[in-house]
């Protein structure tokens, strides 16, 4: 009995030692989460589009981590948000539009974590989850999004600096740049930063709205029409998404040559007018002398379609409405990286905690990305996760499935007889749906297993 009580003795020790953060012996760093609204993972200099002018982005990613397969497991703001938030999947959070956030998921949250810390903590912009406790969760926070009272250019355009109008993306950087200049040197902040541009303005016949500052911006440029744009593509798809809302908005955005040229130059000028603000909130850093220990985390909500297969918007399962853009930049561990393992927006809250050298939840499904600043691989082993949409509601199907590094699978709930699969390593833009090809259904029957094995793991984490 000695020996095995010493035995667990020395696995305990282990184990607390393989569960200390890589950080513990570094000074508390400041960090800073960013998170645009709707910014699909190639509206971005450094991902190799040689169009859109992002060069603070870009300056990240190249001082930094850029994860190439970085996704979303839910593609909608809300339950994306809420899983950003809380380190789960919308399966086992449970939120969406028309819902509330659960109390017990809100109090295990990064924020709620990162004060219990010693962390002062900010929140300044689209918050996009219901939460009537957002005033207690953050030391100092402000939630704003467009305002939807207005159908023109007033539903970006409503805040007010030393009483003169301006846009939500300058308004939510002075904010940040404000908080920054008031923290003290001897206590560590997080400061979690959400825009929602370049989020198209809904209501509106005019979608994007953006400042004079990139009034210039991208006026002669010629966008190449959208991949998959052909009618076939677009008659591939059921008739409950032909005519849903993915349509609908194409129409309001894509449906005409010039309607699209104007669309694009509108969403990209909203992106260059966030990276604008965001070299000002790093020199406001650099002049407070907290450059050196701030920890910056940059990604997008969820991606969007911009045409392809002549739909706009997001919420499907394609890559182009899952595929977000993410870096991780710290200053203490320079040097850079490109990583093509999966990261996921569940991974934010616990990359944020173990910056913050913070014990991560058991509860969290996500995994910690922080040891890539150190040269580590954590999410090396990761195989494959889950995508869904599982809001109710009759314009956008709900659907739900599985990616894997070369294949994914999905269904949508209501129409189960409908079945999508891709071979990823042939077919990257997802053209040939191979779910009715016999040669094809011992790999169909394999996703469907692997689906239905996740599944079940993660319901198993819901809080009764």
């Not at 005519?243 to 908005?249: A, H, M, P, V």
């Not at 109710?392 to 499935?401: C, D, R, Y």
Request: charged share 25%; net charge negative; hydrophobic share 35%.
């Amino acid at each position: 009995m000695k020996n095995i009580s010493t035995l667990s003795k020395l696995l305990f020790f282990f184990l607390l030692l393989n569960n200390s953060t890589a950080f513990a012996q570094q000074e508390k760093p400041n960090i800073i989460f960013i998170l645009t609204d709707d910014q699909r993972w190639d509206a971005l200099g450094f991902s190799g589009n040689d169009i859109i002018q992002t060069p603070e982005m870009d300056k990240l990613a190249e001082q930094g981590v850029y994860f190439k397969n970085a996704f979303v497991t839910t593609p909608i703001c809300a339950a994306s948000r809420a899983s950003v938030l809380t380190g789960l999947y919308e399966r086992t959070h449970g939120y969406t539009f028309g819902q509330e956030l659960n109390e017990g998921y809100a109090q295990n949250s990064y924020p709620a974590q990162l004060r219990k810390l010693g962390y002062e903590t900010g929140f300044f912009g689209k918050f996009g989850v219901n939460y009537p406790g957002f005033s207690e969760l953050f030391d100092v926070g402000d939630s704003y999004d467009r305002n939807g009272k207005f159908d023109d250019r007033r539903g970006y355009f409503y805040k007010t600096i030393d009483n003169d109008t301006v846009h939500l993306t300058k308004y939510t950087s002075h904010q940040a740049q404000e908080f920054i200049k008031n923290q003290a040197a001897d206590k560590p902040f997080m400061l979690s930063l959400s825009f929602s541009a370049p989020h198209a303005h809904d209501s509106a016949k005019d979608q994007y709205f953006w400042s004079a500052d990139v009034d210039h911006l991208y006026e002669d440029v010629t966008f190449p029409k959208p991949l998959l744009s052909q009618q076939k593509y677009f008659d591939q798809q059921p008739d409950y998404v032909k005519e849903g809302e993915n349509r609908r908005r194409w129409y309001w955005r894509y449906d005409t040559p010039e309607k699209y040229q104007k669309s694009m130059k509108g969403y990209y000028r909203m992106i260059s007018e966030v990276d604008l603000e965001i070299g000002k909130i790093r020199k406001t850093l650099a002049e407070k002398g907290m450059d050196k220990n701030t920890v910056i985390i940059f990604m997008g909500d969820n991606g969007y379609f911009q045409g392809e297969r002549q739909l706009a918007g997001k919420w499907l399962m394609y890559d182009n409405s899952l595929r977000v853009p993410m870096i991780i930049y710290d200053p203490r561990n320079p040097g850079h990286r490109e990583i093509t393992d999966f990261a996921l927006n569940i991974d934010i809250a616990p990359t944020v905690l173990e910056f913050a050298t913070g014990n991560l939840p058991q509860e969290w499904q996500g995994l910690s990305l922080a040891d890539y600043v150190i040269g580590k691989n954590p999410a090396q082993n990761r195989k494959e996760f889950v995508a869904e949409h599982l809001w109710k509601v009759n314009i956008i199907p709900a659907s739900e499935g599985i990616r894997t590094k070369d294949w994914k699978y999905f269904r949508y709930q209501d129409d189960l007889a409908h079945e999508e699969l891709y071979n990823l390593k042939k077919d990257p833009l997802e053209k040939k749906n191979l779910a009715g090809k016999k040669s094809h259904s011992d790999t169909l029957n394999e996703m469907r297993e692997v689906f239905d094995r996740q599944v079940k793991k993660l319901e198993a984490d819901k809080i009764d």
